[in-house]
């Protein structure tokens, strides 16, 4: 059961004062719809930003700013990228670090 769930069913007896219960309850219940809302936001800009994935593997997928080592250069996802987009050959990456030269 959630959050939301035990707030509009709590029993009466719960409230300490005169407020009208089911006024304060549905109030609470908008609330933490708002609330939860704004967590599902959060969430979604946290998981933004770069990711770095290790070198460049054929048989994985890639997301949107997933970062990968290809032929000694650093590569950003710019979209999500299906199995066979590897670096250098299609639009979906961007080379963010290129190879220096060896000493």
Do not use: H
């Not at 939301?4 to 069913?9: M, Q, S």
């Not at 109030?27 to 809302?37: N, R």
């Not at 979209?79 to 963010?96: F, H, N, Q, V």
């Amino acid at each position: 059961m959630s959050l939301r769930d035990l707030i509009k069913n709590a029993p009466p007896e719960l409230l300490k004062s005169s407020v009208q219960t089911g006024v304060f309850y549905e109030a609470l219940a908008e609330v933490m719809d708002v609330f939860d809302a704004m967590k599902k936001r959060l969430d979604a800009l946290e998981e933004g930003g770069i990711k770095y994935r290790g070198a460049y593997q054929r048989a994985q997928d890639y997301s949107k700013g997933d970062v990968v080592t290809f032929n000694g250069c650093a590569w950003i996802a710019v979209r999500t990228l299906k199995e066979t987009e590897a670096p250098a050959s299609c639009d979906g990456w961007m080379l963010m670090v290129k190879k220096g030269r060896d000493a």
